[in-house]
């Protein structure tokens, strides 16, 4: 049973929170939901899309943290902190990805997960590296 939709360019995505391993996570973007951005591809992390924050303070610390996240996990780098090597931002991984920035490697808290359509996703990151951002939102199921 999916706890999310995500919706990329009107391709639904169904996806579950990781409540248990990464509780204050979960609940911080459950109070951001619905959210809508639009999503661009990585410039450093291999085969990933992501939505820059900036420096939107989400007030968490790491929980979770990965920095070589699955297809399909979403990870989230907290930014906010005054050793904050990246701002704040959600990454989705659609192939091998290690996540990093012009500093260098980062760690993110993986808080959800893609339960299906790994294939479509993987096609949809594509059309964002070659085709440009696409709008995505998320929302309870």
Sequence with gaps: ?????????GE???AVFEAQ??????????????FSDRIIHVRWSGEACWIP??????SLGFENATSHPAPG???VYPGGMPTSLSETEILI?????CFASKAGQLAGNHFLTITSGLDRLA???RSVLWDGAKTITFRAA
């Design 93 to 97: 991984a659609y192939g091998p990805c």
């Design 53 to 58: 924050m900036g420096e939107r303070d989400l």
């Design 12 to 14: 639904i995505f169904p």
């Design 21 to 34: 391993d990464a509780p204050k996570t979960v609940a911080r973007f459950r109070e951001l939901l619905p």
């Design 73 to 75: 996990q979403v990870i």
């Design 1 to 9: 049973m999916a706890d999310i939709q995500i919706d990329i360019a």
């Design 123 to 125: 096609r949809i990151g």
